[in-house]
């Protein structure tokens, strides 16, 4: 049995017992003595610890971050905080083993370690560590649970964000000293009169919306600020704690019909649920994710200035003052997509993460405006960071032969604080890595990434695999990629291109698909593969193709188009536009770019490969999520039986209870595993089966032995 604790959290204690060990399945790794290194295989996968999400504590002593293990043996995963001193040594854990904890938040007064966490399989609240010692005290007991949560600067306070209560849950809450009631046998029908009626993750939508409310530490009680059929999300308080500003979509009639959304600012002690706001913007496409300057007036915020061009438009950083009035954009000219923006504790500049060039930079603008300063810059991916008071950052940064780990940047010093991989990774041969560039069909410079094969011999073409990404806004940074180093551990060079359409290279470079999917992208697709085969590194008869989400679509794209291929895996994709108008989630999407399907059918008909199926030839495997909502199945399925009619080889996986991004360890070692085999069957041309024989069942013996 595991016994389920939380460490006690004791700064006294703690600053005597930094160079204590804590055992439990995410400590602190230590490189291996031995010298002797493999290759990755699957199971290494489920080795890897995600470690994200730093917070500095308000004396900038400590950051606090959290580690996800993926474990395979009881097929789940688990998310615990932890803790390490910005001056080195070993981290601590501070919540339990046995229950998964996030979003850890410190409290301004540096008190209480504030986060989230659903225990006794019940719903999520926000949780307290109390800096003096003690274990984790549940703070909220709401009904149905809290989305997501801020600090008053005072350290009194909480602003929650809570969906509108089902009528089950404002019932139990009023019953929840009884007996529980019998559930009943079948569930009722989704009755829907909204334009936007599903999402992935949720399923079906209801008239329930997010709002505001502001939570008494003390008294533990609620108050709700804001209201209305909208939904209200990321919060921020003002630094003098009176008024939150936030993002809402309530500048129209039905916020499902529009994307614009803005930033309001209401009191914080208010009485009328929001009755009267600020609005700080007014510019038509989305503005979101706020902070406030320490003056308290000027608020900064990423806004979205084409709204014909929505997730195709790059994200600027904008300035606009607390009270309202016109808006200042400070990085138009820099031409890449900002997000997570804050100001520096002087007011005077303001910090962002920006995509650029196959990278995630960490960036600095003055609040003027004027040239943009890395102040964590080079091939690497800022994930996400935490300002010091002092100009300390604690950084999340990966890099593509090293897994995300915490950093410190302290003037012109960044130290890695965090080794929860090092012991996993000094045992890895890994694949050696480049960023390459090359021109596509009509000269257009494209750049990717292009993994070499582990045991690399220049003088023989090895198997390539060509690997389109998602999005289609989007790109291929500098992180490490499991899929990609695992390909290459089993003898394939793996091509991961940027091709037009992807994030990181301007807005005119990201644009130039819209409404023209599997034109210039595959284009620039196969000019990578172009590419590799003049630099003497692909076996030109041995080429694979494969993606998931947008990356499947366009590997059904380029089957359709050319036969260059020996295999081919399309996972999550959609070959047939209109048949998911109305059944998974884009509907605005596809209404801006392509208009209404009834009146633009041959538009909608060109960006279909599916009425090419008939030129295609290659072994395609497709595979998805059963309630993927995002890109359902019906894609895959769709595919999957055009071409058993016509003979193709062909295999269709369906993952039960699986949405668009996996969670299942069982499932994804599984897909893992069916990439492997089919690739190896038709890209390489081994005699091995193209799908892996089914687990056998471990034989029980009589006696129970």
């Known amino acids: 049995m595991r016994i389920v604790r939380c460490f006690a959290f004791g700064f006294l204690l703690l600053a005597f017992t930094l160079t204590a060990r804590a055992a439990g399945p995410a400590e602190q790794s230590r490189p291996a003595t031995s010298s002797a290194v493999r290759n990755i295989t699957i199971d290494d996968y489920f080795q890897i610890r995600d470690v994200s999400q730093p917070e500095l504590s308000p004396d900038g002593q400590w950051v606090a971050y959290t580690v996800r293990m993926k474990m395979l043996k009881e097929d789940k995963n688990e998310t615990r905080i932890w803790m390490v001193s910005t001056h080195g040594g070993d981290p601590l854990p501070m919540t339990a083993e046995g229950v998964s904890s996030g979003h850890a938040r410190w409290s301004p007064d540096g008190k209480y370690l504030a986060f989230t966490s659903s225990r006794n399989n019940g719903k999520s609240q926000v949780w307290l560590l109390n800096r003096l010692g003690g274990e984790a005290v549940r703070l909220t007991d709401i009904a149905q649970g809290v989305n997501d949560f801020e600090w008053s600067p005072d350290s009194t306070r909480l602003v929650l964000v809570l969906q509108d209560p089902k009528p089950e849950d404002a019932q139990a809450e009023k019953d929840k000293d009884k007996p529980a009631p019998v559930k009943p046998k079948t569930q009722p029908p989704w009755v829907i009169d909204r334009l936007q009626f599903k999402e992935d993750t949720v399923g079906y939508l209801d008239n329930r919306r997010t709002h505001l409310y502001v939570f008494s530490v003390e008294k533990k009680s609620l108050a709700q600020i804001t209201s209305g059929d909208f939904d209200d999300s990321q ?18 009639p039905d916020p499902d019909a529009t994307r614009d959304s803005n930033i309001w600012v209401v009191a914080a002690d208010n009485t009328d649920k929001g009755a009267h706001l600020t609005q700080i913007t007014t510019n038509p ?3 979101n994710q706020p902070a406030w300057s320490p003056d308290g007036k000027w608020i900064t915020y990423v806004t979205q200035l084409d709204q014909h061009l929505f997730w195709y438009a790059t994200q600027h950083l904008a300035i606009a003052s607390s009270s309202g009035g016109e808006a200042k954009v400070l990085t138009q000219t820099f031409d890449r997509s900002v997000r997570r923006p804050s100001f520096s504790a002087d007011g005077k500049s303001i910090y962002f993460i920006a995509a650029d060039d196959g990278t995630q930079n960490l960036c600095r603008i003055a609040v003027t405006g004027g040239d943009i300063v890395r102040a964590i810059g080079g091939r690497v991916t800022v994930a996400s960071y935490s ?3 002092d ?3 604690a950084a999340q940064i990966g890099t593509s032969d090293r ?24 045992q890895l041969r890994l694949a050696k890595v480049e960023y390459v560039h090359f021109k596509s069909k009509d000269g257009t410079p494209v750049a990717g990434y292009l993994y070499e094969p582990v045991d690399f011999d220049a003088t023989k073409k090895v198997p390539t695999l060509l690997r389109p990404h998602g999005g289609p806004v989007g790109q291929y940074a500098a992180s490490f990629d499991h899929l990609a180093q695992l390909f290459a551990a089993n003898g394939y060079a793996v091509l991961l291109p940027n091709p037009r359409g992807s994030s990181g290279y301007g807005e005119k470079f990201c644009a130039a698909i819209y409404a023209d999917w599997g034109n210039k992208d595959y284009q620039d697709d ?13 076996d030109p008869d041995k080429l694979g193709v494969g993606g998931w989400s947008y990356g499947g679509i366009s590997t059904d794209f380029i089957i359709a188009q050319t036969t260059r291929f020996k295999g081919a895996i399309s996972g999550a994709g959609v070959a047939l536009i209109s048949s998911f108008y109305g059944h998974d989630h884009y ?5 801006t770019e392509l208009g209404f399907p009834w009146e633009h059918q041959a538009l909608w008909d060109k960006m279909s490969p599916f009425y090419k199926v008939k030129n295609i030839t290659t072994p395609t495997l497709f595979m998805g999520g059963e309630i993927d909502s995002n890109v359902p199945i019906l894609g895959s399925e769709q595919m999957y039986q055009a071409m058993k009619a016509l003979g193709r080889a062909t295999e269709l996986v369906v993952y039960p209870g699986e949405y668009h991004g996996f969670t299942v360890p069982t499932h994804i070692k599984d897909r893992l595993e069916r990439y492997l085999a ?8 081994d005699a091995t089966p193209a799908t892996p024989a089914p687990p056998v069942a471990p034989t029980v013996k009589a006696g129970g032995e």
Not at 245 to 251: E, I, K, P, W
Not at 403 to 426: C, H, M, V, W, Y
Not at 528 to 537: F, K, N, P, R, T
Not at 678 to 685: E, N, Q, S
């Open 678 to 685: 089919w690739y190896a069957h038709y890209v390489k041309g």
């Open 387 to 389: 300002l010091g008071k």
């Open 391 to 393: 100009g300390v950052i």
């Open 526 to 538: 196969i000019a990578m593969v172009d590419y590799a085969l003049e630099q003497g590194i692909a």
């Open 285 to 287: 496409g989305a503005d």
């Open 403 to 426: 897994p995300d780990e915490i950093f410190l940047q302290n003037g012109t010093d960044l130290t890695r604080l965090t080794k929860t991989n090092d012991a996993l990774i000094s």
């Open 235 to 252: 919060p921020t308080w003002s630094p003098d704690g009176k008024q939150l500003a936030f993002t809402s979509n309530r500048s129209t």
């Open 587 to 591: 509907q605005r999407d596809y209404e």
